[in-house]
């Protein structure tokens, strides 16, 4: 199987080699692409050097999977040239995610909107699939009414140029900003683009993304996007209303028992999700559950999950582990 990885050099890119090596997905010739600036260059993919093609190269190369991680534009420009020779693309960016023709995919929620003939699968926002795979169980069971989400986001969200920012203030060294302000020994409730209603591009893609996830059109969620000086992951604290009454017990075991994520809850310990825990696994962390006591039928709790990771490169790993368990590659 031809595998073509566009944005190999980037952060998410790294990481997406490295998931691909740790679930050994099937791949007889890898192909990584970037931009001009990158070609000729070489990554390390299973122990072997591989030199770094143009887009178009990858393109004529026809492989079974392209997985993009290159930003928007990119993949607007790109995607279809891939899907339109029957390749397959899973896209890390936020340009296909609201395409109604193109599903949104965390793959222990919505597997079965995978189809044959949908040659295009969007990769959720990182804070959004940490989210929806904490909620789905919860969902399905009591049905949420009303949902207010504060995101805690690490700076490798932004990528390099970020955690570069960060590490320069801590070191004192003046460098290349990612910020309009100091990360280090801060945080800013400013991710993404601003739109006119007041909210930032990274909080309504928490709620459209939500929604799409969840096939719940008319939940309403509202959101908080913070950006702090960690790299472990994102934190969200997140409050639900739910249609109807729960059990904290009940709440726990379907936690429990859902795929993809641990429970991590024991105050008396002081035990509950931390970004430095979850740094470089693959799993969703919930703890702090707890009744809301304001409304009837409320619950608050806590969920951590590395970014990079569940948060883009495995979730994305794993998609294509479902195109291939449904036999649409091989």
Known sequence: MKIALVGATGLVGTVMMKVLEEMNFPCTEFIPAASERSVGKTVNFRGKPHIIVSLQEAVDAKPALAIFSAGGSVSKQWAEKFAGQGTYVVDNSSAWRMDKSVPLVVPEVNAHTLKKDTMIIANPNCSTIQLALA??????????????????????????????????????????????????????????????????????????????????????????????????????????????????????????????????????????????????????????LRRDTTIPYGLDLWVVADNLRKGAATNAIQIAWKLVEKKFIA
């Open 135 to 288: 909620l789905a169980p919860l969902h399905k069971a009591y049905g949420i009414r009303r949902l207010v989400v504060s995101t805690y986001q690490s700076v490798t969200g932004t990528g390099v140029k970020a955690v570069r920012q960060m590490e320069d203030e801590r070191a004192g060294h003046e460098g290349e900003k990612a910020y309009p302000h100091p990360i280090d020994l801060n945080c800013f409730p400013h991710g993404g683009d601003f739109a006119d209603n007041g909210y930032t591009s990274e909080e309504l893609k928490l709620l459209h993304e939500t929604r799409k996830i969840l096939e719940a059109p008319e939940m309403k969620v509202t959101a908080t996007v913070v950006r702090i000086p960690v790299v472990g992951g994102h934190s969200e604290a997140v409050n639900i209303e739910f249609e109807r009454d729960f059990e904290l017990k009940e709440v726990r075991h379907l936690l429990e028992t859902m795929p993809g994520v641990v429970i991590q809850d024991d105050p008396a310990r002081n035990l509950y999700p931390m970004p430095r825990f979850a740094h470089n696994k693959n799993e969703v962390f919930v703890g702090r």
